[in-house]
């Protein structure tokens, strides 16, 4: 009996040593992504508003009115979850980008979320991007942007490092959503349904939250390529590119970028060339105007 029952015990520690063994190929693993809860207020930026539409001049679907909506409801649900919201704008009023990184940086034990949609003048650019700063402010970008590309069926275009004005000048962790192109038609589509917005604020909420994505979807998944009917030339006012990548680029994939906002408007005339070398020489005078984003102060 005893000796059975040693036996019993040393097959349980045997089973006990094999299953540790197993253990990080067979359990699922923890998103490193997960970050603790290290803040309880989250300052919410809606992007543009008032006399800033934001997009691109002739865009029918305003970026201000639907950054400002998933802001909104970005904000309820964070509220939901406990946590203190401030929101640099409620209205469809003009907030200066200094003003706003002025009211995120009266709190501490705080993140800063700025809201925003994308443009292009190439109708095919589509996806989700992500944008941060300081190293402080990655963790929190990678949780969002997994959260909002596991929840939608763009492409994934990455999390991106750019010094713009809102996330360089903020003292607390700052991230910079692009919720897809309004210029696409599918995402723009997507973008007027209340059922989208609403999806897009609850993973933009569980990134802030930390809460890992229930799927992981490849780096590039997009279902919406549509082929850009007219081929535009290079846009070098691209707000996405940052510029190590920009040297590395073929010029085809360099006409997969997008401009984000169109405060500086002299691309927008070499928009109609039709000859290949008239579109040759106004990428190469686009190139040299290498611009400066109105966020990049
Ligand atoms: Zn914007």
Known sequence: MVAHLARAAWRARLLGSFLVALAPFVLPTVS???????????????????I????IPGQRVPEKTMALDVAQRLGAKLRQAGYHVIMTRND????????????ANQYRDA?????????????GANGIETYYYSTKSAALAANIHRQVVAGTMTDNRGIRRRGYFV??????????????????????????????????AQRIANGII??????HRPVIA??????????????????VSAAP????????????????KSSSSSSKKKKSSSSSSKKKSSTSSSKKKKSKHSDEE
Request: glycine share 8%.
């Open 167 to 200: 996330l360089r000048r903020t003292s607390i962790p700052a991230v910079l959503v692009e919720c897809g192109f309004l210029t696409n038609p599918t995402e723009a589509r997507l973008a007027l349904q209340v059922s989208y917005r609403e999806r897009l």
């Open 92 to 103: 469809d009023v003009f907030v200066s980008l200094g003003e706003r990184v002025r009211i």
């Open 210 to 215: 930390g809460k890992p994505p229930e799927i």
């Open 245 to 260: 990548e920009y040297h590395a680029r073929t010029r085809q994939s360099s006409r997969s970028r997008s401009r984000h």
């Open 32 to 50: 490193a992504g997960s970050a603790p809860r290290n803040f309880s207020t989250v300052v919410i930026d809606p992007g543009h508003g008032g």
């Open 52 to 55: 800033d539409r934001g997009g």
């Open 222 to 239: 997009g279902l919406t390529h549509v082929p850009a009917p007219i081929r535009q030339p290079i846009n070098y006012y691209d707000f």
């Open 111 to 123: 993140a800063f979320v700025c809201i925003h949609f994308n443009s292009a003048t190439r109708e």
